[in-house]
């Protein structure tokens, strides 16, 4: 895994906000530059550090390879004067629990500092020569640690979570000391389907959120996720929840819980235009669970509170 | 793929809405009965068809293989004179477009029924001794003609879906034809990540619909789906919408469309109650779409005008 450091000109909030990077591939008089060569050398999972006017904000994971590119119409008149022919980058970016100001801690990145092309100066400026510089594995661990980004990932998005289901269907296609039955049932209890949707749909059939009661519309969300739980847990019609599919995304990335008598717990870093938005009012009161998910809720609500804290 | 027939009883418009079939494993003497029998060779993709008081008015799909379980508390007092060990069949039931009357077709129906062990008499009554009922492949075909189901098929819920995913990709990887940065490239777009991702974003930076802004609880969705797409299109940022995940599956499943001025289209079989539940104007009037997206809204609207008719 590689690691990137990205200084943004004016266009970096937009860039960071569109989830990718571009430069052109030249200097206006056409001449080389390592900082725009380099995005062709990121490769999916690397991890780039976003520096946007001296601090150090968001943190992205590389996506994709970079792709021949003109400049996005969306940087607009930012960067008019450089070349049409570049280089689009996908990162996907989030912010930083704690953005970091580099001049305020020189003693610890100046030493980690690359000797050419480096991303700032020793008194903390940023080189705006250099576009994206790759950084030494010791100067990522210490900025991931200075902005409480240690556990950077990509986000659950769609596609890292059909991944991870590619993944753990293969895992259980694979347990010899499973029987071809119960691969076929735990295969399709990962993907919400057959014996565990319809256990689950008995316990709820409409939404608990919404009372959305089209079962094409609702998935059969696991309680206590996946990776956590035995192959009975797995299985548990009780370790279920039937949820509208933008509810389903909000209780999956723990933003959202329930207490056994039905209250909503909101996590208190969600923005609350989100549950606006999707007019979901913040103070819920609904149905009470069956005392057979009890367990699972704690579970999940436990992981909320840790998320917090 | 096998065809059945279930003779539900009183409990059978339950067990649709939440897609299973359950019935004892023995008759209340401890007798075997075939009908009983038959839900443990019932097999995943199977289809069944649904007979409730004299009327075929669903079909659905077998999504797993039967399971042990004690009758639901679902089914409450019907069938109290159950025994409590049987089996549960798990079912993706659709309601028919044309529900049909056996009785008002025997001339066709009769001839084609099983010689032992037949889901309704000569007459048209059912035989209500007969719980799931084996049925031949003319007597199937001749019911998904009558009730219009001629293309049934599992809805596309989660399980389906992914197991598209899964199926695409692996054509992706086999295409001998493609470098391996187009391959990586489609299978990141198949699922709405990477470069398709990226460009889709500078397009739509909010949902659509809701405007929601939180990138990580949005989808990239295909406008001309995966499947009828060159793989010039599949990569196209003007063939995508970011869309709340909720939007995203009444649009994937062309139940909403949009006009190229923002219009959005409501397919006239479409509940009301499913936008209302989730609060979705059903007249809503967006921003206009980019040209370059209009030829794929085409498309689009096609397919839903088409389900229409």
Redesign the interface.
Known sequence: MGYWWVNHSQAGAHEV????LWSPKREQGGARNQGYDNMALAQ?GDIVFSHIDGVVGYVGVV???A?ESSK???LGKVGSYWSDDGW?L???F?PVRRPVVPKQHLDALVPELPKKYSPIQPNGHGNQKTYLAAISDVLARKLLHLTDADSVSA??????A??Q??AD?EAIQKSTDLSE?ER??LS?AR?????F???V??LH?V?KV????????L??SHIKPWRDCTNTERLDGANGIML???I???FD?GLISFENDGRMLVREDL?P??LA???IPADLNLAPFHSSQWGYLAWHRQQLARAQA
Chains 1, 2 share one sequence.
Do not use: F
């Open positions: 906000a569109r989830d990718y999916p996506t994709d390879l792709s996005p119409a969306g689009l996908p990162v996907s989030q986000q659950p998005t769609d596609a890292t059909a991944a289901v590619q269907i039955t076929q049932r399709n993907i919400g389907q057959g014996l949707r319809s256990l749909l008995i059939p939404c919404t009372g959305m009661a089209d079962k094409r519309l998935r059969a509208s599919p933008h389903d995304v909000l990335q923005a235009e989100v938005q999707w007019s």
